[in-house]
């Protein structure tokens, strides 16, 4: 499957998580990584992630690409969640 991963987390896990995601995906820009992952790659990587994020400070998002359709995981805190008013 592929995905695209953005984090958003407290300065001083940023050099762990950069580290972390370099390892599974490509750095594109900044906190923002896309590639292939298989199943088990990507529920490591969440392992991964979950045990080195705070739940209550840092934001992790997962973009899962399928043809025309997306899913989005959110670890952590979703910092603005979209709303379906206009």
Do not use: W
């Not at 705070?54 to 992790?60: I, L, R």
């Not at 899962?64 to 952590?76: A, D, F, I, S």
């Amino acid at each position: 499957m592929y995905y695209i991963a953005v984090y958003d987390v407290e300065q001083k896990r940023v050099g762990r998580m950069l580290k972390l995601f370099r390892r599974y995906l490509h750095h594109i820009q900044n906190s923002v990584f896309e590639g292939e992952l298989t199943p088990a790659a990507y529920k490591r990587l969440k392992y991964e992630v979950d045990n080195l994020c705070n739940d209550e400070k840092d934001s992790v998002i997962f973009f899962e690409l399928n043809g025309k359709y997306m899913k989005k995981e959110v670890l952590g805190v979703e910092k603005k969640p979209a709303s379906n008013f206009l």
